[in-house]
């Protein structure tokens, strides 16, 4: 019942700023790991940054323009994209390592995607 589903995605020009949010719903004991992966045309999709409750970790591609941060009572990551270059022009997926209940194990879930254009 666990669903991911991510919002903020759009157009932007160069240079311009983006906020991705992607809020997790449904019985959550806990969130392990939460954030996002990309996936350009042609390319392989990448790790972008992830989150949890004491570690951050980026791309190199990405160090420096974006911020992931995180809402536990929400349950809600977001991806604070600045200074964006046509380069990251991706659909960009929320991921989640998570555990439902203090009884069962962790499993990974993924939202449907968003898409992210950088216009040069």
């Known amino acids: 019942q666990v669903q991911l589903v991510e919002s903020g995605g759009g157009l932007v020009q160069a240079g311009g700023s983006l906020r991705l949010s992607c809020a997790a719903s449904?019985?959550?004991?806990?969130?392990?790991?939460i954030g996002w992966y990309r996936q350009a045309p042609g390319k392989q999709q990448e790790l972008v940054a992830t989150i949890t409750s004491g570690t951050t970790r980026y791309a190199d591609s990405v160090m420096g323009r974006f911020t992931i941060s995180r809402d536990n009572a929400k349950n809600t990551v977001y991806l604070q994209m600045n200074s964006l270059k046509p380069e990251d022009t991706a659909v960009y997926y929320c991921y989640s390592n998570l555990r439902v209940r203090v009884t069962s194990g962790s499993n990974n879930y993924w939202g449907p995607g968003t898409q992210v254009t950088v216009s040069s």
């Open positions: 449904g019985s959550i004991f806990r969130i392990n790991v």
